[in-house]
């Protein structure tokens, strides 16, 4: 290996680390802000509405993944987009980082495993106590933990890449957009909270929401945590969320570098 490549590792190592230990030490007030959303879901949705008879008790077993990757999403989304837009914006910290002796491309990747990072934080920890708040649920099993670590890798991928896009594509004062036209639409229409194959029923929407990356993640841990309730083939969520961060990491990278360099 090359003097120059040892160098770039090294400070991307440097880069990560330091992400790494800030998140750490705001662990807390992190998983509040990912989790505290999902969390109500689960208490109105997997506790309060079953033990009154609204929903089946059945139905944990179709929203747990579903909130679960949630978390996941909205983690992900929010630890890349977010930094991206303060820095961008008022601070003008991500100065410092594009200074580094290293291709300004390597600082934006870095920011997307860091954010990948952070989402299977939110869903490690997401997973246990909305399992312990719904209790016993039908169907549930850790039988296949490859596939659900697959998953979420490759959902927290995506959705990093998106918020890497989202940060640096979307200006400060427009922030308030990204909630109401991108992550609101996201939540209500990415089966999070009903299955897809149950959208049978209603077609053109069963279709229209393949356009939505969290489709592919809720459904990747339903085939991997409860894999008795229907849901879209493992090879078909596979092949959607490859394409999909692979999209997201070459526009993302586009609206990084066009930023950087403005």
Known sequence: ?????????RVFLALLRRDV??????LVFFLIRTAM?????????????PRL?????NYAATMLPGIVALSLTMSAIMSVSMPMIVEFGHTKEIEDRLLAPIPNRIVAVEKIINGTIQGMISAT?????????????????????ALLLLM??????????????????????????????????????GC?????RGLDAIP??????????????????????????????????????????????????????KRAMS
């Open 53 to 57: 008879g609204i929903v089946g008790r």
């Open 204 to 257: 053109v929407m069963k279709w229209a929401v393949l356009i939505n990356p969290l489709v592919y993640v809720a459904e990747g841990l339903r085939a991997a945590l409860t894999p008795g309730v229907r849901h879209m083939p493992i090879a078909a969520i596979l092949s959607a969320l490859v394409v999909l961060t692979v999209l997201f990491m070459w526009i993302g990278l586009r609206a990084f570098d």
């Open 37 to 49: 959303q999902p969390l109500l879901f689960v208490i109105i949705f997997g506790f309060v509405m």
């Open 125 to 145: 920890f997401i997973l246990p106590v909305a399992r312990g708040i719904m209790g016993p649920i039908p169907g549930m099993s850790f039988s296949n933990p």
């Open 21 to 26: 230990t800030v998140a750490r030490r705001e």
């Open 152 to 189: 979420t890798i490759l959902g927290g991928a995506t959705f990093s890449a998106m918020g890497l896009f989202l940060g640096t594509a979307i200006p400060p004062q427009q922030v308030g957009m990204m909630f109401s036209v991108v992550l609101a639409p996201m939540m209500m229409f």
């Open 1 to 9: 290996m090359s003097e120059a490549s040892v160098s770039t590792f």
């Open 192 to 196: 999070a909270y009903y299955p897809w």
